[in-house]
């Protein structure tokens, strides 16, 4: 049996109850955080259904998007990204979550290829003002949307933040009720926005009580890692 198999499904029966649960009419999508893992970790996960992975690097990441190519896998930048990695986060991934200032959207678009369809954007939200996170703050979001918006070779599709660290997980319900009040403002201005991407292994039923529609987890789908990599 696929080592993953009981992962999985345990995964996608909290996901398809959470939405119920919300009351929500579709089941949000799930990326796989594989940062860390290897090509063939990332292949046997794909082999039970599971086609968005989550990368942080992109170094980390170009190999085992290169070994996978064909396999119609769709990759995520999740991890913070420099303006100089731009061209090479641009070539090789269908998303980038993490951006949060105008120069980085800026080279993203330049470096986008042509051969390519425009790449999918969410603005990276720093929800509560931590000094050691990345992402721009609430008020910098309607700026940031347009300028991203202006760009035909990027596509803004949302939001994604990640709350501030807490034991309990249910603390962080405000923070990702405040990104829920920040995402229907923005979709009140950019009608195609569609995707907000919070929650993680250990809170993402709580975050789609509260309007996620993509959830991103790493070690309840292949196991626990070292503390500071958990996802």
């Not at 949000?28 to 990332?42: D, F, H, M, N, Q």
Request: hydrophobic content about 45%; charged content about 25%; some cysteine.
């Amino acid at each position: 049996m696929n080592p993953y198999h009981r992962a999985f499904v345990d995964v996608l029966h909290t996901l398809d109850n959470a939405a119920r649960m919300a009351g929500r009419p579709d089941v949000p999508r799930l990326i796989a955080v594989s940062k860390t893992r290897t090509a063939g970790e990332v292949a046997t996960l794909a082999e039970l259904g599971q086609k968005a992975f989550g990368e942080n690097y992109v170094q980390e990441a170009a190999g085992k998007i290169a070994a996978l190519a064909g396999r119609g896998l769709e990759w995520h930048l999740i991890g913070h990204l420099q303006s100089n990695k731009a061209r090479e986060a641009a070539r090789d991934f269908d998303w980038v979550q993490s951006v949060d200032r105008p120069g980085l959207a800026s080279a993203l678009a330049r470096h986008r290829p042509d051969g390519l369809p425009p790449l999918n954007v969410l603005l990276q939200v720093n929800i509560d003002d931590e000094a050691s996170k990345h992402g721009c703050g609430p008020g910098d979001i309607p700026a940031l949307a347009e300028a991203v918006a202006a760009e035909p070779r990027l596509a803004l599709r949302g939001l994604m933040a990640i709350p501030a660290p807490q034991t309990d997980p249910e603390r962080r319900r405000p923070a990702f009720a405040r990104m829920r009040g920040l995402f229907e403002r923005l979709c009140a201005s950019h009608p195609r926005v569609d995707t907000l991407s919070m929650g993680m292994s250990d809170d993402f039923a709580i975050a789609i009580a509260e309007g996620a529609t993509m959830v991103r987890v790493g070690s309840a789908l292949f196991g626990p890692r070292p503390a500071k990599e958990n996802a």
